[in-house]
């Protein structure tokens, strides 16, 4: 009864003066009106009630799905997932593998023997699995399920290597072991690419002036550029809209010339024509932004455009920090060459609006759609929902694991030199780990660098940070992020080295040593000159031709 008349207060202008039915499917409401005693609270809502022409319908529970629909809980809730991203490494044997470990498991027979004797009210047996009263399944220590719920939740593409706040409130959504918390805090600190990638956070001086509130999703939004990221195609930027209610994000891959009416394009595309016209715009000072075209637009939509004052980011900083954040993510999963970036967004998207904001309490996708989507890791929770068309579609998409994995492990083994690139915006952070031979100075420190750093070893300690080893999982330490700036290809192997070269560098007193080199299972017509450093890998072919010279023997 609560809820027809929250909804007649709501919809109040709309129904005075017009007849209508309320269809329900609880009974006791239908006689409501021929109730002899009424409670003080009963009786006011029959007085406002008075004020309406309409009459109750009862409804079977049965027919009245859409009602069940609405009042289902977000755990419950199941949509389809978009396509190409990693798949799930557990596959869909979660529940036969929990089977298998609580039936091994001493410590988990004992918990369900209490439960089955009604002891506990922690948890409850349904299929032979450990539920809790938040419909997350018991996983025992036993096997190494724990371990791949924690890649599951952190490496993969749909996870994105977040902070271990984020994992945390992916992991709990569907399963539950004691000290949970701590194992996933522990597996972030060891996480090899987080410690190349992610940088400490410091506080800034100065006072925090908020921007106002906004009251309802996509009223206000945030827009920025991120620009000077390898060329694919015709893609070398990233147009960013952040809604700042919500925090939902759209990433828009486009030119770095992007014009004024190119931009306007790409947000009705992308915002306008799914959420409608926001009510104010925040953004930098980007000419694009202040231009004459741009302002007479937003002047005919009657949409204020703020502007954030020079040389301070920090007004838009929302966007500053989803910026951060999304280069943080292509700094993980680009490839050796960088080219894949376009095809990350998607990904990157889907992964930044189904995470928990700590500000929100609620992930961005929750905010704007109301639900929750079934993600990777709970596709085969007994609790994730009934929709089978959704959930296959999903076990579809996962089946894309075996290529992307492959792919991957392809670009992780492969090495190629990128001298000079102006492109470094995707390259890590760190290096390492690295052996700290000694300390230099006060605030130095000599380091055993790999062979293919063109660096002094002597590092300063503001670019330095300690390395945390994962000692439970030793292959969590192996690199296999793909290295950017090596001295060498591998992906083509030397055939023979045919004439040698001393030439003058940039400077006069500077000799560049030079080898003409023949590459095998290739045209002679792609013989090139490469320095004695770059073929570090080939010395013995380096002395097979000094031998050549010194006996007077020649293959030319």
């Known amino acids: 009864m609560l809820a027809v008349v929250h909804c007649l207060r709501a919809w109040r202008q709309y129904l005075l003066g017009s007849s209508f039915v309320v269809k329900t499917d609880n009974s006791a409401t239908c006689h409501f009106f021929t109730q002899s005693k009424l409670t003080s609270k009963q009786a006011r809502w029959q007085e406002f009630l008075a004020e309406f022409d309409f009459k109750f319908e009862h409804k079977k529970g049965l027919s009245n799905q859409a009602a069940d629909a609405l009042s289902r809980k977000q755990e419950h809730a199941a949509i389809c997932l978009l396509a190409h991203l990693q798949g799930s490494e557990i596959g869909g044997s979660v529940r036969d593998t929990l089977r298998e470990f609580l039936q091994k498991n001493h410590a988990a027979q004992n918990v369900m023997n209490l439960v089955k004797a009604g002891k506990t009210r922690q948890f409850w047996v349904e299929e032979d ?3 809790t009263k938040g419909n997350q399944l018991y996983v025992p220590r036993a096997g190494d399920l724990r371990k791949k719920l924690l890649y599951e939740c952190h490496d993969t593409l749909w996870a994105g290597h977040p902070r ?44 925090l002036d908020p921007l106002l509130v906004p009251t309802r999703p996509w009223e206000s939004v945030s827009m920025d550029f991120i620009t000077h990221l390898p060329k694919v195609g015709n893609f070398e930027a990233i147009l960013v809209i952040i809604d700042r209610f919500s925090k939902y994000a759209t990433f828009i891959p486009t030119t ?76 993980d999963f680009v490839n050796a060459r960088q080219k894949n970036w376009v095809q990350l967004l998607d990904v990157a998207q889907f992964c930044f609006n189904t995470q928990t904001i700590s500000s929100i309490g609620r ?4 905010i704007v759609s109301g639900r929750q989507p079934v993600l990777p890791h709970l596709v085969d929770h007994p609790f994730a929902g009934k929709n089978p068309q959704a959930l296959n579609f999903t076990k579809e998409w996962k089946q894309t694991n075996d ?16 001298r000079g690139r102006k492109d470094q915006r995707l390259v890590r952070k760190y290096e390492g780990p ?34 945390h080893q994962d000692t439970e999982d030793l292959q969590q330490n192996i690199v296999t992020h793909p290295i950017i700036d090596l001295s060498q290809k591998e992906d083509k192997d030397v055939e023979e080295i045919l004439v040698e070269r001393v030439r003058r560098g940039r400077r006069p007193a500077r000799r560049i040593h030079e ?35 010194l006996t007077g023997t020649s293959t030319i």
């Open 164 to 207: 271990w706040q984020r994992m945390y409130a992916l992991l709990k959504k569907g399963y539950f072991w004691p000290n949970m918390r701590d194992d996933v805090m522990q597996y972030t600190k060891t996480c090899l690419i987080c410690q190349q990638d992610k940088v400490e956070k410091v506080k800034i001086a100065g006072l």
């Open 434 to 467: 690295v052996e700290v031979l000694k300390k230099v100075g006060n605030t130095s420190y000599r380091v055993a660098l790999p062979t293919w750093m063109k660096i002094y070893p002597v590092i300063h300690v503001s670019n330095l940070k300690p390395y």
């Open 256 to 331: 770095k010339q992007c014009s004024e009416e190119m931009t306007a394009q790409l947000f009705f595309k992308h915002v306008v024509n799914l959420w409608g016209v926001p009510i104010s715009i925040v953004s930098d000072r980007d000419g694009r932004f202040i231009g004459s075209f741009w302002t007479k637009l937003f002047s005919f939509l009657r949409t204020s455009l703020n502007i954030s004052s020079s040389y301070h980011p920090q007004t838009d900083g929302q966007t500053e920090r989803f910026n951060y954040m999304l280069e943080e993510y292509l700094h």
């Open 515 to 549: 080898y003409l080199v023949k590459w095998k299972n290739l045209l002679v017509e792609e013989t090139s000159w490469k320095r004695v450093e770059d073929l570090e890998a080939w010395k013995q072919k380096i002395e097979d031709f000094k031998l050549r010279q």
């Open 129 to 131: 699995l450990l539920v």
């Open 363 to 366: 992930s961005p996708f929750e």
């Open 403 to 418: 290529i992307a994995r492959a792919y991957l492990e392809k670009t992780s083994k492969r090495m190629k030199k990128f």
